[in-house]
């Protein structure tokens, strides 16, 4: 379908007053049953990194400082369901949890009844697209400041061709100018509900989404197109299924970070962290960084305060000396680590031992033992991955493989935690000076490798930061200095000869 952008008579001039909506409603639409999915429920009921679809979408708008109200539109049979889940969830801006209509422009019209008159910004958008953005929110509501139509699209990266009821190609339009659409599609609430007014009137209406409607039937009004994003899918088909599950995998979030020193230590003074393995590293950088700012930090590590991460008993005694202290345990951080080269099948049980237990069950119990001070403080549980999680690494397997389930553990723990207000999150570095690195790879590039203390501060971020169940990456940033590895102790010296890192 092309636009005619000639003004004619049955166009609608933009008005020349200033656009002043009274609030921004955000209409998530999940009326589909998820047939193609073959499915007994509604698609966006299904489970994907925890939490059904919808929840994923419906938090998105909740955190969105643009959106004041969202309305959803659920499909026949399903409202008690999706009420559950906004009432599990504590969506304070869901008002309305009702039934869709047999077709998605019935269900339009049904929203704007709920949305009521007078002048308001409405999003509408597809509660099986989880992963959009809070960026394309804000993009989308900022364009209706004078723009009165919205669209999300992204470039498509495949020749597209036309063909007929042969299947036979007929025409291949230039790629250049082709978008695929995507949600959420914005729009002022008068042109919304004009185009659809002038719609009703037509016996051949027939749009496949908002956009198509006031195309069609306000040909003069421009509908201003801001880029999406190739995560921002549709789940449709099982494999969709499966690449949204991998990309909330992978979506690494952004901690804030503040803006001058004063910042930090008003936010740091007065709490307990506790580290195991602080001696050096990421570690020793991260207790050495929060001391500065007030906070009250207590390193342990098998080289200086022979504390075995893996040992339920030595982790029992490590954050009862913290809280006897203090009187409070704010954050619990687990930097220790092994990572141990070599082939699976050339690997002795001792070590194979060591690795699975330092590196995973040391986080486990740490996790398990700190529950009940995490608790009382609100606090924050912080695990260490490496890129190695998203595919496993010849020659060093094992470690590779416990990387990837401290993800996992993160992101459970969060959810099981949630209850208690207890956060839980993960730090994904690139690759990092500590002399473990050194001692598993040798000498290597300097400007190949991440600062430890760069590391260390985006911790103290994430610790400071209301993120939960995320993995955050650490990044070289373009011009950094060349990181100095910080060196050892003796004592230290001879756990690395085994393979250990206490920080």
């Not at 953005?133 to 989308?140: K, L, M, N, P, T």
């Not at 307990?272 to 500065?292: K, M």
């Amino acid at each position: 379908m092309t636009q005619d952008h000639t003004t004619g008579p049955d166009a609608t001039p933009e008005t020349p007053a200033p656009w002043r909506p009274s609030r921004t409603v955000a209409v998530v639409l999940a009326g589909g049953t998820g047939t193609r999915l073959g499915l007994g429920i509604p698609k966006q009921l299904l489970k994907i990194a925890g939490k059904p679809i919808i929840e994923h979408t419906l938090a998105v708008f909740e955190a969105a400082a643009e959106i004041d109200e969202i309305i959803v539109l659920m499909a026949t049979g399903h409202v008690a369901d999706a009420q559950q889940i906004v009432d599990k969830a504590g969506f304070r801006k869901v008002s309305k949890v009702i039934e869709g209509g047999d077709t998605r422009n019935a269900t339009t019209r049904i929203a704007l009844d709920a949305v009521g008159e007078g002048d308001v910004n409405i999003l509408f958008h597809d509660a099986v697209r989880p992963l959009v953005s809070a960026r394309i929110v804000r993009e989308c509501v900022n364009a209706l400041w004078t723009y009165s139509a919205v669209d999300v699209a992204i470039p498509s990266a495949d020749t597209i061709i036309q063909v007929d009821e042969n299947e036979c190609i007929t025409d291949i339009p230039v790629r250049a100018t082709l978008r695929r659409g995507q949600t959420p599609q914005a729009f002022r609430s008068g042109t919304i509900r004009e185009a659809y007014r002038r719609a009703a009137g037509d016996p051949d209406f027939a749009a496949t989404d908002d956009c198509g409607v006031v195309l069609c039937y306000l040909p003069g009004t421009p509908i201003k197109v801001i880029d999406g994003s190739d995560e921002n899918i549709k789940v449709t088909h099982p494999v969709d299924v499966h690449l949204a599950d991998k990309l909330f995998q992978l979506a690494a979030a952004q901690a804030p970070r503040l803006t001058d020193h004063r910042s930090y230590t008003e936010e740091l003074t007065g709490r307990t962290i506790v580290i195991f393995g602080g001696s050096y590293g990421i570690g020793h950088d991260l207790a050495e960084l929060a001391r500065r700012y007030g906070a009250q930090v207590f390193p342990f590590s098998r080289s200086s305060t022979g504390t075995h991460v893996e040992r339920a008993e030595d982790v029992e005694a490590a954050l009862k000396t913290a809280f006897e202290a203090t009187g409070r345990i704010d954050h619990v951080v687990v930097t220790a680590g092994i990572l141990e080269k070599g082939s699976l099948t050339d690997m002795d049980q001792e070590t194979m031992d060591r690795v699975l237990q330092v590196n995973f069950v040391g986080p486990v119990i740490a996790a398990r033992q700190s529950l009940p001070y995490l608790q009382q403080t609100k606090g924050q549980l912080l695990l260490y991955t490496s890129s190695s999680y998203t595919r496993g690494r010849a020659q060093y397997a094992l470690y590779s493989a416990t990387k990837a389930a401290l993800v996992n553990l993160t992101q459970a723990l969060a959810d099981e935690w949630a209850e208690f207000g207890v956060r839980v999150n993960c730090i994904n570095p690139e690759r990092t000076a500590t002399p473990m690195r050194t001692k598993a790879f040798g000498e290597e590039p300097e400007h190949t490798l991440l600062a430890a203390e760069t590391v260390a501060q985006s911790s103290l971020d994430v610790l400071i930061s209301d993120l939960t169940g995320q993995v955050i990456d650490v990044r070289r940033a373009p011009g950094e200095p060349a990181p100095v590895p910080a060196q050892p102790t003796a004592v230290d010296q001879d756990r690395l000869a085994s393979g250990v890192d206490a920080g």
